[in-house]
Each structure stands twice: as C-alpha cells, then as structure tokens.
C-alpha cells in the first residue's frame, strides 16, 4: 500500500510518499511559506529518479498545499501514481497526545475531538497538525487516515519517571507531568539497534541518543521506554541548538526581576536564544558552526559549546544505565548525532572508557549508514543509526489501516 505520510507545521508541509510493503520512499517533498508571501512547493519524485522540481505559487492556506501535493504526485511528467486511487492511506504526524494516546490511532471525529483537549499542551504545534488532517480530509475523503504521536512511545514510562517534584494538585488539574517527544525516532532507533545487536527487543537494554537541533534521550527497557529527558514540552534536557534544557526554574524570576522581563519574554529566550546559540554569546546554533569553531580551536565557542553540550548528553547516559541496571547499546541518531564523529568521540573518550568502549575510528567517520562503531568484544556497544519517522508512520499506518 502506499502512505502519504504528511508533517503538518504552522507554515509548511514535509510528505513523502512511501510505499509501505517494500519500505521505500516514492516521492518526497515540502511545502514551505503557507499563508505567506513567496510559498513554493519543493517535490522530488525519487521513484521516476526525478530531480528536484520547484513549483512557485501562492498557498493561501494549507488545503491549497495538500493540492498541490496532491498534483505533483498524479502529475504526467513528474507524478509517482496514475490517480489518487494508488494512495490507500495517509499518515498524519501528531505532536501531542497527551495521556489519552499510547500509540498511534485511526483517525475518527472522537479522536480530532480528543487531539484537540491536548492542544493546550502544544499550542504551536497540534492546531497545525490538525489544519492538516482536515487539508486531507477535504481533498481525500474516504482515505484512511492514522495519528502518530511524537508522546505515544514515552507513555510507557513508570510515574516515579513522569511526576515532577511539585504539589500533586498540579498533575491531576492539568496534566502536568514529563511526556517527552520525538518517540517515532526514539521507537524506531531502539527496535533497529536490537536487530543490530542480535537481542531480542523484549530482553535489550537501549539508549536512544537523538541529537539534532531540538535534542532528547531515552532509556528503553524491554522494549518500553521507561525514561525520557524532554518533558512536559520539548524545553526540558539536553543542551540544544536553541533550547535551553534542564535548568534551576529560579532563573526565570531572577532574570525577569534583573531585566524586566515578562514571563512571556523569558520563555523566548529560553525557547529560541539559549541552548548553544546562547552559550556561544549569539555565535550560531548549527552545530555544524560550533565544530568548525572547535576545530580551529576556538576555546571560547568551539570548546565551550561541544563539552557542556557533550557533559549533559553523558551525564543522562549515566542515569539511563543506572535506571535500566545497565546498557546493550548505545545509539546515536538525528542531525548531530548521526553526522558528528568528534561528538561522539568527546562523549565515548571523555565519559564511557570505563565501561570499556572503544571507537572505531575509520568506522566512527562513516556516514549514512546503520553502524556499530565500537569495538569492544564486551560491554555496550555503540551505535549510529540514520532515524527515518516517515517510514515509521508508515509503518504504523499501513498495519492499522489493514
Ligand atoms: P536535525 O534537527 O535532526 O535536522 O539536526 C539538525 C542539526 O544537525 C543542525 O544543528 C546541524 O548543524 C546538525 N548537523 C548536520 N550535519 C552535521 C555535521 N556533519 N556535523 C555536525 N552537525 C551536523
């Protein structure tokens, strides 16, 4: 069957259409600047071995983006299917499912109904992945569609992970407790690293390092996700491009007194100015920029950025081990974590020698490819894997839709 599987944000549209018996992308592609001046529709229709298309025209809103979608993929020079007849079902990428979604779901009027209860939660985020849902409703009617939540893998965790240190009132009135995020990457990783190790995935012992500009970490035990360093919204954690991760909440009010700032003004900062934008004094938030920094060894941003940023990744490895009473592997995926052999150097050479990991470094440079780059007969092994969230919508999709 093939799956439109469709990311829906406040002003653009990632898809890919994916076939889903043979596991490979048909077409892919991205509808940037809705609702603003300059939309363009990027299409790449991999199957046809199509180059890259770029279609300039005004997208008022995001059905007219679904349309054009919709059109590319039907087109006669660069379409992938003859008639929207070939798209069995669509696969929508859902930020938050609060408590009420474990996994992912056919999409019913109760379940719009109940993703929206949780847009409080993800204010930026849900309402755009609804304009979504209802975009391909309009266009597709009677195509059946799947939610997949970025939260659904983490609500395994035990309460003694999830319960902030905060009056307990706070929990029950609002739902405040850790949640976490990117779970489609974190539960594609972790099933990928056990067939990788040749551990049974019920039996493994698996943390899911996903670096990329947002960043998290999870410790997946018996193939459930008992812990994840994201929260109640994806602020809390690691270092990250922009985000700030955990932090004193003291802080907040102190900088609000120091410089008059409103709570609003503070959680911008801390949202989009921190993290290794902040700490490199406003120098870039691509890490990419902080490793050339660092190579040329520039102390000031290079070192600063890249060891605080690889101290906090240690630091929530330990904690992982120490929550699961141990690791099989250790895996490395999204933008930095996939691309960055001098992350992973600093964070295996500086903090994991003792458990007797070894890199191997002509294998550690590798790109693009599902790897175990350590050497060590004993012990954790460590991985790199490439992370692929549409195939596992897809995935999801197509066995709930059959
Ligand atoms: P993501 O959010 O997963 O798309 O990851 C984006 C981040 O990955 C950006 O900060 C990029 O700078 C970073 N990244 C991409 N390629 C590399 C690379 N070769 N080395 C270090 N970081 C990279």
Redesign the pocket.
């Known amino acids: 069957m093939n799956v439109l599987v469709i990311n829906c944000g406040s002003s653009s549209l990632k898809f890919q259409l994916i076939d889903s018996a043979g596991e490979k992308v048909i077409a892919k592609g991205i509808c940037e600047r809705i609702g603003i001046e300059g939309s363009r529709l990027v299409y790449t229709p991999v199957a046809i071995g199509g180059s890259k298309t770029i279609i300039e025209e005004a997208m008022p809103d995001h059905t007219k983006a679904v349309q054009m979608v919709l059109d590319a993929l039907c087109d006669s020079k660069i379409g992938v299917v003859k008639s929207l007849e070939e798209i069995g079902a669509v696969g929508h990428r859902l930020v938050h499912g609060g408590e009420k979604f474990a996994a992912s779901t056919l999409i019913t009027e109760e379940v719009i109904e109940a993703i929206k209860e949780c847009n409080e939660l993800a204010p930026l985020h849900n309402p755009a992945n609804l304009i979504g849902i209802d975009a391909c409703q309009k266009l597709m009617p009677g195509v059946p569609m799947v939610g997949v939540f970025d939260t659904a893998f983490h609500q395994s965790m035990p309460e003694k992970a999830y319960l902030y240190g905060i009056p307990y009132e706070y929990y029950k009135k609002y739902k405040i407790r850790r949640y976490g995020f990117h779970g489609t990457s974190h539960n594609y990783v972790s099933h990928k690293a056990s067939e990788m190790i040749g551990k049974p995935y019920e039996e493994s012992k698996i943390i899911v390092c996903?670096?990329?500009?947002?960043?998290s970490i999870s410790a997946v035990r018996n193939g459930k996700c008992v812990d994840t360093s994201m929260g109640l919204t994806p602020l809390e954690g690691l270092i990250m491009?922009t985000r700030c991760g955990d932090m004193d909440p003291a802080i907040i009010e102190f900088i609000a007194h120091k410089e008059g700032k409103s709570i609003d003004e503070i959680m911008e900062i801390l949202n989009k100015k921190s993290g290794?934008l902040g700490i490199s004094d406003g120098f870039s938030?691509?890490?990419?920029?902080?490793?050339d920094a660092y190579l040329e060894e520039d102390d000031v941003v290079g070192k600063r950025c890249l060891e605080a940023f690889s101290y906090r990744v240690a630091k929530y490895i330990g904690a992982y081990m120490v929550a699961m009473d141990g690791v099989d592997a250790i895996c490395f995926?999204?933008?930095?974590?996939?691309?960055?052999?001098?992350?992973r150097n600093i964070i295996c050479d500086n903090y994991l020698q003792f458990l007797g990991i070894e890199l191997d470094q002509e294998l550690n440079n590798k790109?693009g490819q599902d790897l175990i780059i350590s050497t060590n007969e004993k012990g954790p092994k460590i991985l790199v894997i490439p992370?692929d969230e549409e195939l596992m919508i897809a995935r999801d999709t197509s066995a709930l839709v059959k």
């Open positions: 996903h670096l990329g500009n947002g960043a491009g290794v938030s691509d890490f990419r920029d902080i490793e995926t999204a933008g930095v974590g996939e691309n960055s052999p001098i992350i790109r992370t």
